[in-house]
């Protein structure tokens, strides 16, 4: 039987499961990333990404259909092409060079009649304006006309056993009528529902506006948690409470600050865009941006206040960090509000141990002693702080042996625990 030909750019956090879910629906896929040990290790069943199990990559690879490669010569012919590459923020300003660099790696290989699909989110028209015009030029192909082009933005949830890629509905949007029939199609083949929207740029909006929302409600009960503590009164109930009211409330719960590639990235590109575009300020980003960028100075002043109720000094004082990774139960430790944490630490002399279960080695700070969760490192440490919540850790042993908990995420009971 004839197999579609699908090539996803970029095989990360977005482009393997993508990969993976479009073998098992049937296409044949080629995963281009410039990375090579990333291929490599993809090559030889080594998955990086917590929600793609290594068994799940072995099979992807044993049934011939899935092939990683860092040779963009390996996408010619095909029928589908996804890019997922990295939209980073440098210096403040979006990124977009990876799309651009992708843009012209894939060019030759655009043909009549394919599909070219892009998700990484980015700020309104970059589709249309950036990565049409790449396309067309070696090609000497146009969209709309020659090829279809669209935009659909993923909302993968690292970490979330109940919302996968599959069940997820999935925003479509194409440069015209033909274009999105094509982009709709495709994702009918690998989700359960698809919300086709009218324009590309609703599309790409429609991401952001997600995630500015989120970031805008964390900063919000951020806040909201440092003026409580303040004024004595528990935020965590209070937000609890809240949350039982069945309609017009969504619970957000403080934290220790935002990390990963989305929250502290995503709202800029379209504070940005604003700005170049209108010349106005998205006065709610900004404001969101400081305040949850001020967290993790907040909570390293909590522990100081605490150890000082205590008659101790951060100085010379052993601190235990439980969790560093900026979202629990992943290893994901891109800006990770645990790196300024240990940084402030440190420099304020404090020696910083850290249970970590799921980073990388290389990307856990230097000169963070990454150690075990036992009792021995519980009772050495002057303060242990729950900074990510991982579910697999021993809760009862940490309220049973810690000397002084900060919780930073409600996760501890007792006389030693003080919450954010
Ligand atoms: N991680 C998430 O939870 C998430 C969720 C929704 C959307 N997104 C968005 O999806 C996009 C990708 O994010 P990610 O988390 O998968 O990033 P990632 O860094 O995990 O993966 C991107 C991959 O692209 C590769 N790459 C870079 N330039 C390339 C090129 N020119 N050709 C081929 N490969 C190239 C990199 O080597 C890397 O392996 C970003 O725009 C991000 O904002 C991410």
Same mark, same amino acid.
């Given at each position: 039987m004839d197999h579609q030909k699908l090539v996803v750019v970029g095989q990360g956090y977005v482009g393997l499961p993508l990969a993976m879910r479009a073998v098992e629906a049937g296409f044949d896929v080629v995963g281009v990333d410039l990375d090579e040990g990333r291929v490599k290790r993809l090559a030889s069943g080594d998955?990086?990404?917590?929600?793609?199990?290594?068994?799940?990559?072995?099979?992807?690879?044993?049934?011939?259909?899935?092939?990683?490669?860092?040779?963009?010569?390996?996408?010619?012919?095909?029928?589908?092409?996804?890019?997922?590459?990295?939209?980073?923020?440098?210096?403040? %300003?979006?990124?977009? *060079?990876?799309?651009?660099k992708a843009g012209v790696s894939l060019s030759p290989h655009v043909s009549r009649g394919c599909t070219v699909i892009?998700? *990484?989110? %980015?700020?309104?028209?970059? %589709?249309?304006? $950036? $990565?049409?015009? $790449?396309?067309?030029?070696? *090609?000497?192909?146009?969209?709309?006309?020659?090829?279809? $082009?669209?935009?659909?933005?993923?909302?993968?949830d690292p970490g979330n056993p109940t919302w996968r890629l599959e069940n997820t509905p999935k925003v479509v949007s194409g440069m015209d009528a033909a274009a999105l029939r094509r982009v709709d199609a495709f994702y009918q083949g690998i989700v359960q529902r698809t919300v086709p929207v009218d324009s590309i740029r609703v599309a790409e909006l429609t991401k952001l506006i997600e995630n500015t929302f989120r970031q805008v409600n964390i900063a919000l009960i951020n806040e909201l948690a440092v003026l409580s503590h303040e004024l004595g009164i528990d935020v965590w109930q209070a937000v609890d409470a809240a949350a039982t009211k069945p309609f017009g409330f969504m619970s957000f719960r403080p934290g220790p600050g935002v990390g990963g590639h989305c929250l502290p990235i995503d709202p800029c590109y379209l504070s940005w865009q604003v700005k170049r575009t209108l010349g106005r300020q998205f006065r709610f980003v900004e404001l969101a941006n400081d305040i949850n960028h001020e967290m993790p100075e907040h909570v390293v002043q909590r522990i100081m206040t605490g150890l000082n109720r205590r008659g101790q000094a951060v100085n010379g004082s052993q601190v235990l960090l439980l969790g560093l990774a900026y979202k629990k139960n992943t290893g994901d430790m891109r800006d990770s509000p645990a790196i300024e944490i240990t940084r402030r630490l440190q420099s304020l002399g404090a020696r910083v141990h850290a249970v970590e279960p799921y980073a990388e080695p290389q990307h856990i700070p230097g000169d963070v002693v990454v150690v075990d969760l036992t009792e021995g490192e519980l009772r050495a440490a002057d303060a242990t702080v729950v900074v990510t919540d991982h579910d697999s850790l021993d809760y009862d042993l940490v309220e049973r042996c810690a000397r002084y908990i900060f919780d930073t995420r409600d996760r501890c009971r007792g006389d030693t625990v003080e919450r954010l």
């Open positions: 998955s990086f990404v917590e929600d793609t199990p290594a068994r799940r990559l072995d099979q992807a690879l044993r049934s011939g259909r899935y092939h990683p490669t860092t040779d963009y010569a390996d996408a010619a012919g095909f029928d589908v092409c996804v890019i997922t590459v990295p939209t980073p923020l440098r210096d403040g %300003t979006p990124d977009v *060079s990876y799309i651009e892009l998700e *990484s989110t %980015t700020y309104p028209g970059t %589709t249309e304006e $950036l $990565l049409r015009p $790449l396309l067309e030029m070696a *090609s000497g192909l146009q969209s709309p006309g020659d090829f279809h $082009l669209g935009y659909s933005p993923e909302r993968i």
